[in-house]
């Protein structure tokens, strides 16, 4: 594995240690949970409407951009307590495959968002107040719940198989 | 009535069948804890974006009475597939729930949250607009969106310290 000794240093800070013998490892977890449903919460009302299910009354762009803060919030405290996690034991972590999954996700939920951003978004004008969202924002809307709901599902294993 | 009705559960074949399934079908557990946390995070995106609105906290450009309507029915789906999910693993176990406090506290939280969700849905059913009437109503529509995101927040962290029990008692030494 990759930056092993790092790994090792990681879980052996009197931090890493402190969360994991102590009532903060559950702690960190359960808001880590909390923050984990706004997050899918959120970015699902969000998907839904790019998929032209539903919230149709509205336009594409006012949803997005009232909805996708909460997201990037909930992502941020998801991603200070899951790091908590991480620590105690970093380097088993790394090598677990529902771990690695889970990362993989992740990191295509990011670039999706971003593809999303960046591209599709920018001539939202025209389809703004359309029933039928154009296909790119459908595939963008598809991705992400299919990523996202593999964030969870992945992160649900990892605590099966450590 | 608590110990009658775990002893019941515990030898009945539901408990039987909900024990064979969980060791036998690969993965249920995790399968089942994450259709849960779905459950969870279908909840957040209603019932509680309906109280963050209600707060004025989101959604500014949405209409609260359209929301309510809208919304909540994806709530009384969650909560229906969280009973299942959950019940999975009550009907499995009845001793590691009916005697654990941490259960008990996530169900005087669930409780009165859904009565309370129920409340906004149905006098809003009953008229559009309801919450936004008059000041009375719409402060009371305030502290009950309030006082159910508190309650949903319990929810979600006693259903984590379920597991955790032996940590609180930890606590209290």
């Known amino acids: 594995m990759p930056f092993a000794e790092f790994w090792t240093w990681l879980q052996a800070l009197p931090l890493s240690e402190y969360i994991g013998f102590t009532w903060w490892f559950p702690f960190l977890e359960s808001i880590h949970v909390l923050a984990v449903g706004l997050v899918v919460g959120s970015i699902l009302m969000v998907d839904l409407r790019l998929l032209g299910v539903t919230a149709l009354d509205y336009p594409a762009s006012r949803v997005t951009r009232e909805l996708v803060p909460w997201t990037w919030g909930a992502v941020l405290v998801a991603i200070v307590t899951g790091t908590g996690l991480f620590m105690t034991r970093a380097s088993v972590y790394i090598e677990n495959p529902a771990f690695q999954i889970k990362l993989l996700c992740l990191v295509l939920a990011g670039a999706n968002m971003a593809w999303f951003q960046f591209r599709t978004f920018r001539d939202v004008e025209s389809w703004d107040t359309a029933t039928v969202t154009p296909r790119a924002a459908r595939i963008a809307g598809v991705t992400s719940l299919l990523m996202w709901a593999g964030v969870v599902f992945a992160g649900r294993w990892v605590g099966h198989s450590i | ?173």
């Open chain 2, 1 to 173: 009535m608590q110990e009658s009705l775990a002893r019941a559960l515990t030898d009945s074949q539901a408990s039987e069948f909900a024990v064979y399934l969980l060791g036998n079908v690969p993965g249920l557990p995790p399968i089942a804890q994450s259709i849960h946390i779905l459950g969870i995070a279908v909840v957040m995106s209603s019932a509680v974006m309906v109280d963050l609105k209600l707060l004025g906290v989101a959604l500014p450009s949405q209409n609260v009475s359209e929301m309510i309507r809208r919304l909540m029915p994806w709530t009384w789906w969650a909560l229906l597939s969280n009973a299942l999910t959950g019940l999975l693993f009550v009907v499995a176990r009845p001793n590691r729930y009916f005697y654990n406090p941490v259960f008990g506290w996530k169900f005087m939280c669930l409780v009165p949250a859904v009565l309370l969700a129920v409340l906004l849905y149905r006098l809003n059913k009953r008229e559009t607009g309801y919450w936004e009437r008059s000041t009375g109503r719409r402060v009371s529509a305030r502290v009950i969106a309030a006082v159910s995101i508190v309650l949903w927040i319990g929810v979600v962290l006693a259903g984590r310290w379920i597991a955790y029990t032996e940590y609180l008692y930890f606590l209290y030494e």
